[in-house]
């Protein structure tokens, strides 16, 4: 992954948001399944908004996704998860969804983190990161999120579901479930603990007794 760099978007890769939008493209054709289109000025917002990852190799685009939230930021999703094709197999899905959600973490503490997918992959990134399977009834209920699938080919299945179930599978991050409360406590006493030994290492480096 030291070829790759990840990191928030930001004003200067608005240049790359058309190769964007044809990847997406190109993803939901070859995945038969459904990507929720979007229109350039959205890509856009959101990178200036600070709500984006992108993976760049060298200067190339490698991989994207953006954060979006809804019912007044008690849900949050990570959205357009992809990769280029000449990049896959490197881990690199893996290594954006995870930034992602720790932006999504970052900037919205307190909310329920979802999505909708239909790879395996993504089910399985998500499933390290916390994320359980769920029914359509326990994500966000605003409207203008499932307006946003009316793009996917898959819509009619929505549709013809009442907005119960599609194709994709439902998956919740809720940051006050026991197991995930208890992972952050544990990240927490892991990072509190290496701040004590590296104080302890600048005390001894201060004082002379520790050759630097």
Same mark, same amino acid.
């Given at each position: 992954?030291?070829?790759?760099?990840?990191?928030?978007?930001?004003?200067?890769?608005?240049?790359?948001?058309? *190769? =964007?939008?044809?990847?997406? @493209?190109?993803?939901?054709?070859?995945?038969?399944?459904?990507?929720?289109?979007?229109?350039?000025?959205?890509?856009?917002?959101?990178?200036?908004?600070?709500?984006?990852?992108?993976?760049?190799?060298?200067?190339?685009?490698?991989?994207?996704?953006?954060?979006?939230?809804?019912?007044?930021?008690?849900?949050?999703?990570?959205?357009?998860?992809?990769?280029? *094709? @000449?990049?896959?197999?490197?881990?690199?899905?893996?290594? =954006?969804?995870?930034?992602?959600?720790?932006?999504?973490?970052?900037?919205?503490?307190?909310?329920?983190?979802?999505?909708?997918?239909?790879?395996?992959?993504?089910?399985?990134?998500?499933? @390290?990161?916390?994320?359980?399977?769920?029914?359509?009834? *326990?994500?966000?209920?605003?409207?203008?999120?499932?307006?946003?699938? *009316?793009?996917?080919?898959?819509?009619?299945?929505?549709?013809?579901?009442?907005?119960?179930?599609?194709?994709?599978?439902?998956?919740?991050?809720?940051?006050?479930?026991?197991?995930?409360?208890?992972?952050?406590?544990?990240?927490?006493?892991?990072?509190?603990?290496?701040?004590?030994?590296?104080?302890?290492?600048? @005390?001894?480096?201060?004082?002379?007794?520790?050759?630097?």
């Amino acid at each position: 992954m030291d070829a790759f760099t990840i990191e928030v978007a930001g004003e200067k890769h608005l240049c790359y948001i058309p *190769e =964007i939008l044809s990847t997406i @493209e190109a993803a939901t054709k070859v995945r038969g399944t459904g990507i929720a289109k979007r229109k350039p000025d959205y890509i856009k917002a959101k990178m200036l908004e600070g709500k984006a990852i992108i993976a760049l190799f060298g200067t190339q685009f490698a991989g994207f996704c953006y954060i979006e939230s809804w019912d007044h930021e008690e849900f949050v999703a990570n959205s357009g998860l992809i990769v280029k *094709e @000449e990049f896959r197999g490197h881990g690199l899905a893996k290594e =954006i969804k995870k930034t992602a959600f720790e932006l999504s973490r970052k900037r919205f503490p307190n909310a329920k983190l979802f999505g909708l997918t239909t790879g395996l992959a993504v089910m399985k990134i998500n499933t @390290e990161l916390g994320y359980v399977p769920v029914t359509f009834s *326990e994500l966000t209920t605003d409207p203008v999120f499932w307006k946003g699938c *009316e793009s996917c080919i898959n819509f009619d299945v929505l549709l013809r579901n009442n907005y119960t179930r599609c194709l994709c599978t439902g998956m919740l991050y809720d940051p006050l479930s026991p197991r995930n409360l208890a992972k952050d406590a544990e990240k927490k006493a892991e990072e509190d603990s290496a701040s004590r030994i590296l104080l302890k290492i600048k @005390e001894l480096l201060d004082s002379g007794a520790l050759q630097s």
